[in-house]
Antibody, heavy 120, light 110 residues
Framework: QVTLKESGPVLVKPTETLTLTCTVS??????????VSWIRQPPGKALEWLAN???????SYATSLKSRLTISQDTSKSQVVLTMTNLDPVDTATYFC????????????WGQGSPVTVSS | QTVVTQEPSLSVSPGGTVTLTCGLR?????????PSWYQHTPGQVPRTLIY???SRSSGVPVRFSGSIVGNKAALTITGAQADDESVYYC??????????FGGGTKLTVL
């Protein structure tokens, strides 16, 4: 059974750095057909794709947030980590990680989501 | 920057048929964008419905179908049920490993 579970702080102060971890089970991050994406949803707004990483360590980022995001993985721990710098209250959102397939490219399984509030 | 367009809201009667569309502000959505569709009820985990234009994800009822209609991707619900009331998102895959979500369509079943 494929599962993804997000973890990280619930409350972060403005200008701080957010670190979120996605721990996966039921599949290997070394699988060449798969990767992991991060997606977020601010309250009352649409889902927004943030970043993804594949088994060959190929990474890509949303253009508008590229300068603030870093995605990495530790295959031995089955974890994918997303860091976002210089947080602002507009970054308040629920952050999801999802398993992605290379060809055809889509989000196949989702985590439960991790709520993050940015406030002083 | 790529903008994916969706109807902000639609309504359908129980048992009726509704088509949600997914376009690009500049250009056409084709199968080469691997359009996919997700159902998301607030507070719940998004559910994958359709991928690669018209492939149903595991466990998704046959009343959900995907297609390309004209220059847009489309999600059709045939025989809508009350629990289909949700927000539906289209996603396209762009060159360079970038995904773009549409703004979502809030579907009301009434």
């Amino acid at each position: 059974q494929v599962t993804l579970k997000e973890s990280g702080p619930v409350l972060v102060k403005p200008t701080e750095t957010l670190t979120l971890t996605c721990t996966v089970s039921g599949f290997s991050l070394r699988n060449s057909r798969m990767g992991v994406s991060w997606i977020r949803q601010p309250p009352g707004k649409a889902l927004e794709w943030l970043a993804n990483i594949f088994s060959n360590d190929e990474k890509s980022y949303a253009t508008s947030l590229k300068s603030r995001l870093t995605i990495s993985q530790d295959t031995s721990k089955s974890q994918v980590v997303l860091t976002m710098t210089n947080l602002d209250p507009v970054d308040t959102a629920t952050y999801f990680c999802a398993r992605i397939f290379t060809y055809p490219y889509y989000f196949e399984s989702w985590g439960q989501g991790s709520p993050v509030t940015v406030s002083s | 920057q790529t903008v994916v367009t969706q109807e902000p809201s639609l309504s359908v009667s129980p048992g009726g048929t509704v088509t949600l569309t997914c376009g690009l502000r500049s250009g056409s959505v084709s199968a080469s964008y691997y359009p996919s569709w997700y159902q998301h009820t607030p507070g719940q985990v998004p559910r994958t419905l359709i991928y690669d234009t018209n492939s149903r994800s595991s466990g998704v009822p046959v009343r959900f179908s995907g297609s390309i209609v004209g220059n847009k991707a489309a999600l059709t619900i045939t025989g809508a049920q009350a629990d289909d009331e949700s927000v539906y998102y289209c996603v396209v895959y762009m060159a360079g490993g970038v995904w773009v979500f549409g703004g979502g369509t809030k579907l009301t079943v009434l």
